[in-house]
């Protein structure tokens, strides 16, 4: 069975540059996070979906971080334009509901 | 606020020795909490939950709402163990979702 898998494992961009990182759930969870360990900090919730639908973005940064889900299935987190504070790296977990979550490999993001 | 605190960032024992990774948390409501670890080049992935209250790999974890403390325990470390492990609480659960709350990791060295 495939895990959560996430693409790109690096990233390295300029200052001022959009990323687009992608997140493909295991099959059937309906629940997909996100989360982000910045250098030296702890691994912080970003948002999550039930489906396509945000439930909780509380997470969020500020409002060059837009993410997506459409049709329920694979999300996108885009940053534009990224500065330097964003490098980190970026989880995506999935679950069923009230079940285990399973996490991805994560997105290093390097912004120079 | 709810928050998680693992007090050591680097923890090193030698092979058979007893370890101990601590971590502390706040939370007004009935807390569940995890131990997630992270092997090098692995994902990060669940160790143990404390509703279950079972024992993986030979660690255990007790939840000690007096205390709020969930350390996590093994009486003799073995190699394989060297990892990053961390120590999380879910919050809001809004659908069944699990929201986390991480603390910083605790990276363990097992020496030879």
């Known amino acids: 069975e495939a895990g959560v898998t996430q693409f790109p494992s690096h990233s390295v961009i300029e200052k001022g540059q959009t990323v687009t990182l992608r997140c493909d759930p295991i099959?059937?969870?309906?629940?997909l996070y996100w989360y982000r360990r910045v250098m030296g900090k702890e691994i912080k919730f970003l948002l999550h979906?039930?489906?396509?639908?945000?439930?909780?973005e509380s997470g969020m940064p500020n409002n060059r971080f837009l993410a997506e889900r459409t049709g329920g299935t694979y999300s996108t987190l885009k940053v534009q334009p990224a500065e330097l504070e964003d490098s980190g790296v970026y989880f995506c977990?999935?679950?069923?509901?009230?079940?285990?979550?399973?996490f991805g490999q994560g997105t290093r993001l390097t912004v120079v | 606020a709810q928050r998680v605190t693992q007090p050591e960032k680097l923890l090193s024992v030698f092979k058979g020795a007893p370890v101990e990774l601590k971590c502390n948390y706040s939370?007004?409501?009935?807390?569940?909490l995890f131990w997630y670890v992270q092997y090098s080049r692995q994902r990060l992935q669940l160790l143990l939950r404390?509703?279950s209250r079972e024992s993986i790999k030979g660690f255990t974890a007790d939840l000690n709402k007096g205390e709020t403390s969930f350390h996590l325990k093994k009486p003799f470390a073995q190699e394989e163990d060297s990892a990053m492990y961390y120590c999380?609480?879910?919050?809001?659960?809004?659908?069944?979702?699990?929201?986390?709350?991480f603390g910083q990791g605790t990276r363990l060295t097992i020496n030879p």
């Open positions: 977990a999935s679950s069923q509901v009230g079940l285990r979550t399973f």
């Open positions: 099959s059937g969870h309906d629940n």
């Open positions: 979906f039930v489906k396509e639908s945000k439930q909780d």
């Open positions: 939370y007004s409501g009935s807390p569940e």
């Open positions: 404390h509703i």
């Open positions: 999380a609480l879910e919050v809001g659960g809004i659908q069944g979702a699990q929201k986390l709350v």
